[in-house]
T-cell receptor
Framework: EAQVTQNPRYLITVTGKKLTVTCSQN?????MSWYRQDPGLGLRQIYY???????DKGDVPEGYKVSRKEKRNFPLILESPSPNQTSLYFC?????????????FGPGTRLTVT | GNSVTQMEGPVTLSEEAFLTINCTYT??????LFWYVQYPGEGLQLLLK?????DKGSNKGFEATYRKETTSFHLEKGSVQVSDSAVYFC?????????????FGTGTKLQVIP
C-alpha cells in the first residue's frame, strides 16, 4: 500500500529534550515536506527537500532541523524543543510531476512540549 | 508572496443542503489549485485539483472551477452528507520550475447534521 508513515503519532516531552520525528514514504517520491498545523493558522511549511541531500527552509524553520540521507526518509529534529513548538506535525511527499503537484500526507504527529 | 484566503468556519449545514466554501488566492502566473480534506484524526488527502484557468476539478460530488479573472477556486457540492463533515483546505502551488512551494489556506470546518 502506497503511504507516508510517521512515528511517533503522539509525543509528550519536556523543554530542551532533543527529539526526532521520523517520516518514511514508499512511493519513490522525490519531494518531501514537513508542515505544522495550528488552530487558525492552517498548515505552514517548516522544511522541504527536493531530493537526497537537498533541503531548504520553508516558512517557519526556526527551531527545527531536517536531513535527507535516503530518498524514502525525511526525519524532523527538534534539538531543544520549546512549548511554542507544541503542534500537530505532518510529513508529506510528492512526485516530480509538474502536471500534478499532488501531495500525499502522513497521519500526523501530535507533539506536546511542557 | 503567495497567499490563500478561505472563508472562516465552522460551517454547519443540514444533510442534503448545498455547500459553498469560498477560496481566493494571490499568486503570480498560473498556479495549480487544490482542495484537500482532513477527516477527524487523519492527515490531509487530495479532494480535487485544477492546473489551468477554467479547469474544473471534481471528485465525490464536489466541484471547483479555476477562475483566473476572479482569482478564485470555490468548492461546491449540491447535496452534503453527514460523512462530509471534515476540515477543507484550499491550496496553491506556483508554476515555477523545481520544487512546488505549496501554500495552504487556514481551513474551513464543515459540520453536517442529520
Amino acid at each position: 500500500e502506497a503511504q507516508v508513515t510517521q512515528n511517533p503519532r503522539y509525543l509528550i516531552t519536556v523543554t530542551g529534550k532533543k527529539l526526532t520525528v521520523t517520516c518514511s514514504q514508499n512511493m519513490n517520491h522525490e519531494y518531501m515536506s514537513w508542515y505544522r498545523q495550528d488552530p487558525g493558522l492552517g498548515l505552514r511549511q517548516i522544511y522541504y527537500s527536493m531530493n537526497v541531500e537537498v533541503t531548504d527552509k520553508g516558512d517557519v524553520p526556526e527551531g527545527y532541523k531536517v536531513s535527507r540521507k535516503e530518498k524514502r526518509n525525511f526525519p524532523l529534529i527538534l534539538e531543544s524543543p520549546s512549548p511554542n513548538q507544541t503542534s500537530l506535525y505532518f510529513c508529506a511527499s510528492s512526485p516530480r510531476d509538474r502536471s500534478s503537484y499532488e501531495q500525499y500526507f502522513g497521519p500526523g504527529t501530535r507533539l506536546t512540549v511542557t | 508572496g503567495n497567499s490563500v484566503t478561505q472563508m472562516e468556519g465552522p460551517v454547519t449545514l443540514s444533510e442534503e443542503a448545498f455547500l459553498t466554501i469560498n477560496c481566493t488566492y494571490t499568486a503570480t502566473g498560473y498556479p495549480s489549485l487544490f482542495w484537500y480534506v482532513q477527516y477527524p484524526g487523519e492527515g490531509l488527502q487530495l479532494l480535487l485539483k485544477a492546473t489551468k484557468a477554467d479547469d474544473k476539478g471534481s471528485n465525490k460530488g464536489f466541484e471547483a472551477t479555476y477562475r483566473k479573472e476572479t482569482t478564485s477556486f470555490h468548492l461546491e457540492k449540491g447535496s452534503v452528507q453527514v460523512s462530509d463533515s471534515a476540515v477543507y483546505f484550499c491550496a496553491l502551488s506556483p508554476f515555477s520550475g523545481g520544487y512546488q512551494k505549496v501554500t495552504f489556506g487556514t481551513g474551513t470546518k464543515l459540520q453536517v447534521i442529520p
